[in-house]
């Protein structure tokens, strides 16, 4: 079993500035892509930003030049940065991680999900 907890939302004023951290636990034999990904109120779930295993980086077009995301892959974690936050930002924000896990010389793939962490920017 592999577990994801999330951290680091809360309340900020527009203009601040957050930190979101995803870490993923158990039986991992090695971490594929890993991304941030956000659902505003009515909404669906919208790609915020992913990184992947060599360090290659993509983010939607709302959140470039603010946004960053990074990896330490010896803690099994990613990281959003979040600057110069706006109203718009607002949602509830979930990490997506690709586990490889292995059984026996089988290898086997699959995408988990964090619990999802609120993110508030008052206008």
């Known amino acids: 079993q592999v577990q994801l907890v999330e951290s680091g939302g809360g309340l900020v004023q527009a203009g601040g500035s957050l930190r979101l951290s995803c870490a993923a636990s158990g039986s991992i034999f090695s971490i594929n892509d890993m991304g941030w990904y956000r659902q505003a109120p009515g909404n669906q779930r919208d790609l915020v930003a992913r990184?992947?295993?060599?360090?290659?980086?993509n983010y939607a077009d709302s959140v470039k030049g603010r946004f960053t995301i990074s990896r330490d892959n010896a803690r099994n974690t990613v990281y959003l940065q979040m600057n110069s936050l706006k109203a718009e930002d607002t949602g509830v924000y979930y990490c997506k991680i690709g586990v490889y896990t292995k059984r026996g010389s089988t290898l086997t793939l699959n995408n988990y999900w964090g619990q999802g962490t609120q993110v508030t920017v008052s206008s």
């Open positions: 990184i992947s295993s060599e360090g290659s980086t």
